[in-house]
């Protein structure tokens, strides 16, 4: 296998939970506080550097809005893993993120009976502080217990404002993907975890929007590939 690895993650939930400045912070390390809402889709790029290789990431931002539903379908797949996100203040969010994780289930195809691996993600936590008593839906501990009943591979609660875990629930979703063998040639015999940055000497070492032929071009480089390493089809 090349020393260049290609990992498509989708990030999915409703509308207004984060999903846009979750990804301008980890990629750019940027917070807009007038996101505007995602219509349709949207994707950026990061490289980083993990057990002495290259993963290339490819993040696609994936409308939250009822009227797109049928294209999200289309976009999940190709999917090696998703972020599944709530908003922190609203119960209802959490409970809907239960839908999306059906919908990549039934959208993806599977490895070993095993849907991709899908990390549950509560946003703005950082509204939380100063609050003197906290409902239980928006207590991490009432987080991990929800998603491991229903069959999450992990939860974090996060903040896009204040980076909170922002890099964190990326590092666990890539290492699921490569412990559970989404990567079938990844090596995962090298103990020692790394997920630094490119030198700056490296052209790629920028976080950078993709436009759909730069998305297609690497698709298409990468299909063989994905089709022996058990990607979502």
């Keep these: 296998m090349s020393d260049n690895v290609f990992i498509k993650i989708i990030v999915v939930g409703e509308q207004n939970v984060g999903k846009t400045c979750i990804l301008a912070r980890y990629s750019r390390d940027q917070f807009d506080t007038t996101c505007p809402p995602t219509l349709g889709m949207d994707f950026q790029s990061k490289l980083l550097e993990y057990k002495g290789k290259t993963i290339r990431l490819q993040l696609w931002d994936i409308a939250g809005q009822e009227r797109y539903n049928s294209v999200s379908k289309l976009y999940v797949r190709g999917a090696y893993g998703a972020l599944i996100v709530a908003d922190v203040k609203e119960e209802e969010s959490l409970q809907n993120t239960l839908k999306w994780k059906k919908m990549i289930e039934d959208s993806c195809d599977q490895k070993n009976g095993k849907p991709i691996p899908m990390i549950l993600v509560q946003n703005k936590v950082d509204e939380l502080k100063g609050v003197g008593q906290i409902q239980d839906f928006q207590k991490e501990s009432y987080l991990k217990s929800f998603a491991q009943q229903n069959g999450f591979n992990g939860a974090l609660q996060v903040s896009a404002k204040d980076n909170t875990n922002i890099p964190d629930i990326f590092n666990m979703l ?60």
């Design 174 to 233: 890539i290492d699921e993907i490569i412990s559970q063998g989404f990567l079938s040639n990844f090596d995962t015999s090298v103990p020692d975890k790394n997920y630094n940055r490119p030198s700056n000497n490296d052209n790629y070492s920028n976080p950078q929007k993709i436009t759909s032929q730069q998305l297609q071009k690497n698709a298409q480089s990468s299909s063989s590939s994905k089709k022996n390493s058990g990607g979502c089809c």
